[in-house]
């Protein structure tokens, strides 16, 4: 079975700065891929990042990365440079092939962006 | 020319009663779900269709019917509402394969009166 935990149900950020929104799976399969998505007060889904098990580097788009430490079985998401649009609930999910490509995934954390 | 739409986006109605959603994508997806996010915001996978054809589906009561009449569409048909049944549903699409991410569609927020 496939498990994603967001412990941090509610975060902080000053405007600006850089935020790390925790992400940890749980997997017995080794090809899967790790995807982050934003949900804003209005409601929908926006794909943010995704990260390939067999990937080599770590994911990067604009100013959101994906730090992936696949020991540590973790796929963090890195904001840099806050602002107050990134106010949202943001979530990690996980998608193994041969589960009918279902993403599964976490409880969400929510961020507020402070001016 | 949006991606994956459903309406309606609010659907008020009766315990008892019976409601449906639609959903349609034009991306040339072969794969729909639909999921249910509870009122703590848990997304939760109901359904997974590939090429038409049932793939998962995830206990959900058999009150709860989805059909696929082609690749681009995915509705969802759920019979004597339940209070449970409160929810917003969201219908999205993808490729098949681990790097397609899942587009979704708007949602839709069931109450059950």
């Known amino acids: 079975a496939q498990k994603i935990t967001q412990t941090q149900p509610g975060m902080f950020v000053q405007e600006k700065e850089a935020v790390t929104l925790d992400c940890t799976y749980d997997?017995?399969?080794?090809?899967?891929?790790l995807f982050w998505y934003k949900q804003p007060s209005s409601g929908e889904m926006i794909f943010l990042i995704y990260?390939?098990?067999?990937?080599?580097q770590n994911a990067t788009e604009g100013r959101y990365s994906l730090n992936f430490q696949k020991a540590r079985k973790s796929a963090n998401l890195v904001i840099s440079a806050s602002q107050l649009g990134d106010s949202a609930m943001y979530f990690c999910?996980?998608?193994?092939?041969?589960?009918?490509?279902?993403?599964?995934f976490g409880a969400g954390t929510i961020l507020r962006v402070k001016s | 020319d949006t991606a994956v739409s459903q309406t309606p986006k609010y659907l008020v109605t009766q315990m008892g009663n019976d409601k449906s959603i639609k959903c349609e994508q034009n991306?040339?997806?072969?794969?729909m779900y639909w999921y249910k996010q509870d009122s703590k915001k848990f997304l939760k996978i109901m359904f997974s269709?590939?090429?038409?054809?049932?793939?998962i589906n995830e206990t959900v009561p058999n009150r709860f019917s989805p059909k696929s009449p082609d690749k681009a569409h995915l509705n969802l048909h759920i019979n004597s509402l339940e209070l449970g049944d409160s929810a917003v549903y969201f219908c999205?699409?993808?490729?098949?394969?681990?790097?397609?991410?899942?587009?979704f569609g708007q949602g839709t927020r069931l109450t059950v009166v």
């Open positions: 999205a699409s993808s490729l098949t394969g681990l790097e397609g991410e899942a587009f």
């Open positions: 997997t017995s399969d080794p090809s899967y891929g």
């Open positions: 990260q390939g098990s067999y990937d080599q």
């Open positions: 999910a996980m998608r193994v092939v041969g589960y009918g490509n279902k993403l599964v």
């Open positions: 991306l040339g997806h072969d794969t």
């Open positions: 269709y590939n090429n038409k054809e049932l793939i």
